[in-house]
């Protein structure tokens, strides 16, 4: 879906100051987060995300907001594609032990369900383009 949206579509407004480009490279920034929290996880040090108030995640994107919209829109969905990818691949690749270890983990469920996160921005994006009925 990234590939087919041209530079009018990634300047697309989606809601407040949110663009489409600027959801894209919040999509990134969790997506690496994720993958950081993920190689903790795995080398023992552990985590504790699901723990944070609900406040948490709502500052840290406000925080970032200025930075996404800063960034060249073609940037922000290449970060987008190539996080993304990066977490995908390395859920992946996990030997089953650590993937059974993570699946029991009831700290992990952040970790392993990316897709929703995706998922949820990427029906705004559709329905901010047009592409899908509210």
């Given at each position: 879906m990234v590939a087919s949206l041209d530079d009018a579509a990634l300047a697309e407004g989606v809601h407040g100051r949110?663009?489409?480009?600027a959801k894209l490279a919040h999509l990134a920034y969790w997506d690496r987060f994720a993958l950081a929290l993920l190689e903790r996880w795995a080398a023992g040090e552990g985590y504790a995300t699901?723990?944070?108030?609900?406040?948490?995640?709502?500052?840290?994107?406000d925080a970032q907001l200025a930075e996404h919209l800063a960034l060249p829109p073609r940037?922000?969905?290449?970060?987008a594609v190539?996080?993304?990818?990066?977490?995908?691949?390395?859920?992946?690749?996990?030997?089953t032990?650590?993937?059974?270890?993570?699946?029991?983990?009831?700290?992990?469920?952040?970790?392993?369900?990316?897709?929703h996160h995706?998922?949820?921005h990427l029906v705004e994006i559709d329905v901010a383009l047009?592409?899908?009925g509210c």
């Open positions: 949110w663009t489409v480009a699901d723990t944070l108030p609900d406040f948490h995640d709502d500052a840290l994107n940037q922000a969905a290449r970060l190539e996080a993304a990818g990066a977490i995908d691949a390395h859920l992946h690749s996990l030997p032990e650590t993937a059974v270890r993570l699946l029991t983990d009831p700290d992990a469920p952040r970790l392993l369900r990316r897709h995706r998922s949820e047009g592409l899908r």
